[in-house]
């Protein structure tokens, strides 16, 4: 499995970006996919997660702000991310957990910029 990620940018503080990630091959139920983000000097951490049940999971410091969602029939992602602020600044990873496995994939990161 492969996740290919998307969307990132350079925006202004109050803006927002959509990110997007696709996964080829095959993820079966149950599983899970999510963001994580990295900024520089600090640990990656969870963003949002989204089961194949729909269930969400968000990080406290983005609810209310973004927005996970996914379209399983064409095994994508997303990450909706509205009124961004400074500490948004970092790469954001997709991850996708196949429960039935065990198995973890990450995909490369896309680089999320907010401007004063």
């Known amino acids: 499995v492969q996740l290919q990620a998307s969307g990132g940018g350079l925006v202004q503080a109050g803006e927002s970006l959509r990110l997007s990630c696709v996964a080829s091959g095959s993820i079966f139920s149950p599983n899970s996919m999510g963001w994580y983000r990295q900024a520089p000097g600090k640990q990656r951490e969870l963003v949002a997660s989204?089961?194949?049940?729909?269930?969400?999971n968000y990080a406290d410091s983005v609810k209310g702000r973004f927005t996970i969602s996914r379209d399983n029939a064409k095994k994508t992602v997303y990450l909706q991310m509205n009124s961004l602020k400074l500490e948004d600044t970092a790469t954001y990873y997709c991850?996708?957990?196949?429960?039935?496995?065990?198995?973890?994939?990450w995909g490369k990161g896309t680089l999320v910029t907010v401007s004063s």
């Open positions: 991850k996708a957990t196949d429960y039935r496995n065990g198995m973890t994939y």
């Open positions: 989204i089961t194949s049940g729909g269930s969400t």
